[in-house]
């Protein structure tokens, strides 16, 4: 998965892929504990942020086996140019991410920036 902070909510994001609403693992939500602050964690649909990059997504060489961390898929289900081809295979589809929502200021010297 690929993820990124959305730094105005304080939310971790990770892509997941395009799916049917009604999947059981899409109802899966939690709480952990990390070093005395809770983290809660759950599935929902993508951010604008997420469809921006997906719909603005390039490839320029082949896919890899990461399959470019589920951004493909994003950019077939936003980009209008693939609407027609892929219409059948996204019907009733949407694009989820799974969240981490917390104080993740605590955690930033966990992270890499990019």
């Known amino acids: 998965m690929w993820g990124f902070i959305i730094s105005?909510?304080?939310?971790?994001?990770?892509?997941?892929?395009?799916?049917?609403p009604k999947e059981k693992e899409l109802l899966t939500s939690f709480t952990f504990n990390y070093l005395g602050?809770?983290?809660?964690?759950?599935?929902?649909?993508?951010?604008?942020?997420?469809?921006?990059?997906?719909?603005?997504?390039?490839?320029?060489?082949v896919d890899s086996d990461s399959n470019h961390r589920n951004l493909s898929d994003y950019r077939n289900y936003y980009?209008?140019?693939?609407?027609?081809?892929?219409?059948?295979?996204?019907?009733?589809?949407?694009?989820y991410s799974f969240y981490i929502d917390g104080d993740l200021k605590s955690l930033e010297?966990?992270?890499?920036?990019f």
């Open 37 to 61: 602050k809770n983290y809660k964690c759950y599935f929902e649909k993508t951010s604008k942020i997420a469809e921006i990059l997906g719909e603005g997504l390039e490839i320029t060489n």
């Open 79 to 95: 980009k209008t140019d693939y609407k027609d081809i892929f219409k059948n295979y996204y019907k009733g589809k949407y694009p």
């Open 8 to 20: 105005k909510k304080l939310k971790l994001e990770f892509f997941y892929g395009i799916k049917n």
């Open 109 to 113: 010297k966990n992270f890499n920036p």
